[in-house]
Structure formats: structure tokens, C-alpha cells
């Protein structure tokens, strides 16, 4: 094995992992020591493990706003069809649009999904025609709009666990 590929192999993740990042998905806000007391295992070891799965980037923390209580008026969702000779550009610009929270490059009829929160009609107008519109390498868009929530879940657990 090289030096380069002894650097960069990450930690699989262990039974004790998958169970703190459980915890932690169904309450972010769980102290360390209340993690441990559930686990059984001791305060340093939850902490140690917590800075390994952060900084190896297997979870983050992060505070999941309402968005609507939060005074955006609007939800939804754009594909966009792009000509992929240009999709590093497309990719590039659009990652500036602060109204997108999510932008992920797709397989199928459309090669980008992303998922964007705005204040009002106007601003959704603004973002559609006035920059995504003005991106070179964008073909063609395909707006929705969420209408109503019907599930939000970030308890999925990890693929490591036993079933």
C-alpha cells in the first residue's frame, strides 16, 4: 500500500459509531454524557468518537429550521437540464444562489436537482430568470413547487447497521 493511500483510507464505521450517529439523528442535541449513559461507555470515548465522525464529515450538526416559521413563502424544486460539456461552470454558479440548499447532480431526463427556499413570488421569479436562466451551459428548467409536507425524517440510521 502507498504512503498516499494509507492517508486518505478512512475508518469504516463501528457498531459503537453507527450508534452514537443514530442518537444523534433522532436528537442533535444530546450531550455527550447523555450518549454515553445510553450506550453505557464512558463521556471521553463518546467525545473522541463525536470528533472522529465530524471531522471525517459522516455527520454534521446542525439546527433543521422550519422554513415557512422561519418567513420563507415558498419551497420547492427545480431541475434543470444542462449541457454537460459545461457542467463544472453550471455546477460552479450555481452553488452561489444562497436560495438553493441543495443542489445535486442527477442521472435520468434531467442532470441537476436542486432544492430551493424563497421569501415570496418575486424572489422566486428573480432567481429563475435573472441568474439561474443566465447561467451558460443551462438548457432548459423544470420548476415545482411543495405544496404541503407530508414526511421530513433525518433518523435513516446508517447502511452499517444491523438490520
Known amino acids: 500500500m502507498s504512503k498516499n493511500t494509507a492517508k486518505t483510507k478512512v475508518k469504516k464505521l463501528d457498531k459503537l459509531d453507527c450508534q452514537i ?38 455527520i454534521k450538526i446542525v439546527a433543521v429550521g422550519d422554513p415557512h416559521k422561519l418567513g420563507f413563502s415558498i419551497t420547492g424544486n427545480i431541475k434543470i437540464r444542462i449541457d454537460t460539456k459545461k457542467k463544472d461552470n453550471v455546477v460552479q454558479e450555481l452553488s452561489k444562489l444562497k436560495e438553493a440548499v441543495y443542489i445535486n447532480l442527477m442521472t435520468g431526463s434531467m442532470d441537476v436537482d ?12 428573480d432567481l429563475i430568470y435573472n441568474h439561474i436562466s443566465k447561467i451558460d451551459g443551462i438548457i432548459n428548467t423544470e420548476t415545482s413547487l411543495i405544496m404541503k409536507q407530508v414526511k421530513e425524517n433525518y433518523a435513516w440510521g446508517t447502511a452499517y447497521d444491523e438490520d
Open 21 to 58: 450517529v443514530n442518537l444523534l439523528q433522532k436528537d442533535g442535541r444530546l450531550s455527550n454524557t447523555s450518549i454515553a449513559k445510553e450506550l453505557g461507555i464512558a463521556e471521553a470515548t463518546v467525545r473522541t468518537r463525536l470528533k472522529r465522525l465530524i471531522n471525517e464529515k459522516y
Open 114 to 125: 436542486i432544492d430551493f427556499i424563497v421569501r415570496s413570488l418575486d424572489q422566486l421569479n
